[in-house]
């Protein structure tokens, strides 16, 4: 069985060092609320995390 919930995970900007919460389905290009380098992309289904995952929250 699949899992198909989705999951929030802290991510740190590779550009700026920032760190923000982001969902990893999320709908549309996610950005740094710092510096606007995107850090996740929709694909359909997952995101593609284009960043450093530093954890997955609870």
């Known amino acids: 069985m699949s899992d198909i919930t989705g999951k929030f995970l802290k991510v740190k900007c590779k550009k700026?060092?920032?760190e923000q919460n982001i969902y990893n389905k999320a709908a549309g290009e996610v950005k740094c609320l710092v510096c606007q380098?995107?850090?996740a992309r929709n694909t359909g289904g997952n995101s593609e995390i284009m960043t450093t995952v530093?954890?997955?929250l609870n």
Do not use: Q
């Open 54 to 56: 530093l954890r997955v």
């Open 37 to 39: 380098e995107t850090l």
């Open 16 to 18: 700026c060092n920032n």
